[in-house]
T-cell receptor, first 113, second 109 residues
Framework: ETGVTQTPRHLVMGMTNKKSLKCEQH?????MYWYKQSAKKPLELMFV???????ENNSVPSRFSPECPNSSHLFLHLHTLQPEDSALYLC????????????FGPGTRLTVT | EDQVTQSPEALRLQEGESSSLNCSYT??????LFWYRQDPGKGPEFLFT???AGEEKEKERLKATLTKKESFLHITAPKPEDSATYLC??????????FGGGTRLMVKP
């Protein structure tokens, strides 16, 4: 595997379900990010981890819970989501000193029913 | 609050018809202006970093420029494979990126 991978690529879940999104980077980076991309809206930064430590939580509802066990892996745990949470969730990584040059995964298309 | 605005939202060009995309920004302590390309069903792909007014970067048919308030992505003699959504983002003093809404470029053969 190369670059940034995300699983699953597609996810349909009910409002009462609990699921997790997984991201893995093979680039030797030490910063990882979660973004939300909704139709007709700009990319929204959700969380940032630098060297496994969360350095940014962009006022994200608690039904989204991130986890970063090491510099290569990032998870987004989901529970009791709302239909408006349906979106493309993108993971990215970068060197911590080059936060503007981010490498993105293909995203997980989430649909909440 | 940091803001990045891109125009137009969508742009249709004939193959070979040059044009420019605009990115206006208000970002506190700007640490860089970044351009990305996003193809359908994929994550954004990094293109350029611009750090200071007057700076220019080129890659194939693309040239990015920066002023104190705007950045432009000039596309010279585009080809159908240049069709994509182009995103710009401003990096602030905390190294957080604020993205614009993107310009969807369609190049017809």
């Amino acid at each position: 595997e190369t670059g940034v991978t995300q699983t699953p690529r597609h996810l349909v879940m009910g409002m009462t379900n609990k699921k997790s999104l997984k991201c893995e980077q093979h680039l030797g980076h030490n910063a990882m990010y979660w973004y939300k991309q909704s139709a007709k809206k700009p990319l929204e930064l959700m969380f940032v981890y630098n060297f496994k430590e969360q350095t940014e939580n962009n006022s994200v509802p608690s039904r989204f819970s991130p986890e970063c066990p090491n510099s290569s892996h990032l998870f987004l745990h989901l529970h009791t989501l709302q239909p408006e949470d349906s979106a493309l969730y993108l993971c990215a990584s970068s060197h911590s000193g080059a936060a503007g040059e981010q490498y993105f995964g293909p995203g997980t298309r989430l649909t909440v029913t | 609050e940091d803001q990045v605005t891109q125009s137009p939202e969508a742009l249709r060009l004939q193959e070979g018809e040059s044009s420019s995309l605009n990115c206006s920004y208000t970002v506190s302590g700007l640490r860089g202006l970044f351009w990305y390309r996003q193809d359908p069903g994929k994550g954004p792909e990094f293109l350029f970093t611009l750090y200071s007014a007057g700076e220019e970067k080129e890659k194939e048919r693309l040239k990015a420029t920066l002023t104190k308030k705007e950045s432009f992505l000039h596309i010279t003699a585009p080809k159908p494979e240049d069709s994509a959504t182009y995103l710009c983002a401003g990096g602030n003093a905390g190294n957080m990126l604020t993205f614009g809404g993107g310009t969807r470029l369609m190049v017809k053969p």
